[in-house]
C-alpha cells in the first residue's frame, strides 16, 4: 500500500463513514443519455436533461480527481450510455494519469457495447484494463425487445473489438422472468467460453418505465437453486471490488457473480458512493440523500470548498437501502433511473 502513496495524497485522510466503512470506489455517470431504451431501466420516451445542467468534463476531472486525492483508488464511469457523451476519451485520458501515477488502481466503465467497436483501443490506450458489458440476452430478436433501440450484432462486434483491444470483459446481464431465465445455461456457456466471467442483476426499483416491476423481478436465489440442477457452484472468495457475490462453475471453470440487492442485503460491506452527471453526490443507490458538488465545484475554483462538501457527505452515508419489489409497493423505491445515478 505504501507505494501507493505521493505527495499528492499523503496527508489526506481517508474517508470513512459513520459505519466505519471506507470510500474507495467511485462510480461517475457521464451522462443520463442512451441510445438504447432497456425495458427495465428507462421508458421509450424520456426527457433527458438540458446539456448545461451537466458537468463540463473538465469538471468531471476535478471531482473525481477530488476523490482520487481522498483516497478513492477505482472509478467507474457509466450512465446512461457513458461512450455517447461527446469528447468522453478526453476525460479517460485525463483521468488515466493517476494510473500512471500510482494514485489509482483501476479505471473502468459499463457499457452497452454499442460503440466498442470503435472505442476500445482508445479505452486501452488511456489505462482501461477491464469493462463490464450489459448483454441480457443472446437472441437477437429478444435483444431488439429488451433494449428497444440496440442490435446485438453491433454489440458482438464491439465484444470482439474490445477482447482484440485487450480489454479484459465482464459480462452484465439482469435476471427478468419470463425473458432470459430460459436462457442463463446459455450465458453461462457464452461468457465463460470467452473466457468472460458473467454476473447476474436482479431488478432494482428505479424510475418509472411504463410497466409493472413485480411482472419482470426474478430472486437470483431462485436463479441460483435451479442452476445447482445443472451446474456445480462452489463459492470463491473472489471479490471484483463490487457488490457481486462469487461461485465458480466447475464445468466451465469460469466465474458466475450474482448481485442481489433484493434478497441480499449486501449494504454492510459497501465502500462506494455515486456521482450524477449534474454532480450531485449519491450516497446510496437506494436512498434519496444527495450532495450537490456542482454548487461546491463552481463556488471556487480551489477545491477546498469541494474537499469540504465530500468530507461533509460521507459522513451523512446511510447504513443501508430500503428497496422492495411487491405486489403492494408498486411506485419505485427511488424515483430517479438507473440511467442517472449508474448501475
Ligand atoms: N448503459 C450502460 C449499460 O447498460 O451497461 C451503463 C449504465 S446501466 C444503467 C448499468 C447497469 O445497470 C446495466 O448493466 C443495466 O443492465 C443495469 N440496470 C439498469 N436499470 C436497472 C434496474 N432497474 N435494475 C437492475 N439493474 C439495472
Ligand atoms: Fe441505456 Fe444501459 Fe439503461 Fe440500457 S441499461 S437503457 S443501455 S443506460
Not at 470483459?169 to 436462457?183: H, Q, R, S
Not at 448481485?259 to 443507490?285: A, D, K, Q, W
Amino acid at each position: 500500500m505504501a507505494a501507493h502513496l505521493t505527495s499528492d495524497n499523503l496527508n489526506a485522510p481517508p474517508m470513512i463513514d459513520p459505519f466505519g466503512r471506507r470510500v474507495s470506489y467511485l462510480r461517475v455517470s457521464v451522462t443520463d443519455r442512451c441510445d438504447f431504451r432497456c425495458v427495465y431501466c428507462m421508458s421509450e420516451h424520456m426527457t433527458f436533461l438540458p446539456k448545461k445542467d451537466l458537468l463540463t468534463l473538465e469538471e468531471l476531472d476535478r471531482v473525481c480527481s477530488a476523490f482520487v486525492r481522498k483516497g478513492v483508488r477505482k472509478l467507474r464511469i457509466t450512465g446512461g450510455e457513458p461512450l455517447v457523451r461527446k469528447n468522453v476519451m478526453w476525460l479517460f485520458k485525463a483521468l488515466g494519469r493517476h494510473l500512471e501515477d500510482g494514485n489509482l488502481d483501476e479505471l473502468t466503465l459499463t457499457t452497452n457495447g454499442s460503440l466498442l467497436h470503435r472505442l476500445s483501443g482508445d479505452l486501452y490506450a488511456c489505462g482501461v484494463r477491464r469493462i463490464n458489458v450489459s448483454i441480457d440476452t443472446l437472441s437477437p430478436t429478444k435483444f431488439k425487445a429488451i433494449t428497444r433501440w440496440g442490435d446485438l450484432e453491433t454489440v458482438m462486434n464491439g465484444l470482439a473489438a474490445a477482447e482484440r483491444a485487450g480489454l479484459k470483459i465482464k459480462i452484465n446481464a439482469v435476471a427478468l422472468k419470463g425473458v432470459n431465465d430460459e436462457e442463463i445455461d446459455d450465458l453461462i456457456r457464452f461468457a465463460h467460453g470467452r473466457g468472460a466471467d458473467l454476473t447476474l442483476i436482479e431488478t432494482m426499483p428505479m424510475g418509472d418505465i411504463e410497466g409493472d416491476r413485480t411482472d419482470q423481478y426474478l430472486p437470483l436465489s431462485a436463479v441460483r437453486a435451479d442452476l445447482m440442477d445443472r451446474w456445480t457452484l462452489k463459492d470463491i472468495p473472489y471479490n471484483s471490488g463490487g457488490p457481486a457475490r462469487y461461485v465458480e462453475v466447475a464445468e466451465t471453470g469460469g466465474r458466475l457473480g450474482f448481485i442481489t440487492p433484493m434478497t441480499h442485503n449486501f449494504c454492510e460491506s459497501c465502500n462506494r458512493v455515486r456521482l450524477t452527471c449534474t454532480g450531485m453526490l449519491y450516497m446510496c443507490l437506494g436512498q434519496d440523500d444527495d450532495a450537490d458538488l456542482r454548487a461546491a465545484l463552481r463556488a471556487s475554483s480551489s477545491d477546498e470548498v469541494l474537499e469540504r462538501a465530500i468530507d461533509a457527505a460521507i459522513l451523512r452515508k446511510p447504513k443501508g437501502h430500503d428497496f422492495v419489489i411487491d405486489r403492494e409497493t408498486k411506485a419505485p423505491a427511488v424515483a430517479r433511473h438507473m440511467s442517472v445515478t449508474g448501475g
